[in-house]
């Protein structure tokens, strides 16, 4: 059972920049995909970005192409998400989530999922 924890969300301006971690607690996170999704206030979770276990493939949704980066580090179980020229539609609850086989925008390809962080972006 891999427990996901995310951190580092808080209150930013329009344009300002923000990076949320999601630390897992076993050694086992270097061989699970790792994703990034979002829900804002009544709406459904929406996909962001993901990345392959080893970090050498990468995908992001539309919408935040080219702002936000995902990033992960093994040596500390860690993966990232930065994010850049925040709007305020940028305001959310980030999750991370882990998945053994697949990577993508699906929910269904996750297997383990953290409790989420709230971003909140000020305009």
């Known amino acids: 059972q891999v427990q996901l924890v995310e951190s580092g969300g808080g209150l930013v301006q329009a344009g300002d920049s923000l990076t949320v971690s999601c630390t897992a607690s076993?050694?086992?996170?270097?061989?699970?995909?790792m994703g990034w999704f979002r829900q804002a206030p009544g709406k459904e979770r929406e996909f962001v970005a993901a990345?392959?276990?080893?970090?050498?493939?990468?995908n992001y949704a539309d919408s935040v192409k080219g702002r936000f980066t995902i990033s992960r580090d093994n040596s500390k179980n860690t993966g990232y998400l930065q994010m850049n020229s925040l709007k305020p539609e940028d305001t959310a609850v980030y999750y991370c989530a882990a998945a053994l086989l697949d990577v993508g925008h699906r929910e269904s390809f996750y297997d383990y999922w953290g409790q989420g962080t709230q971003v909140t972006v000020s305009s």
């Open positions: 990345i392959t276990y080893s970090g050498a493939n990468t």
């Open positions: 076993e050694r086992t996170f270097s061989t699970f995909n």
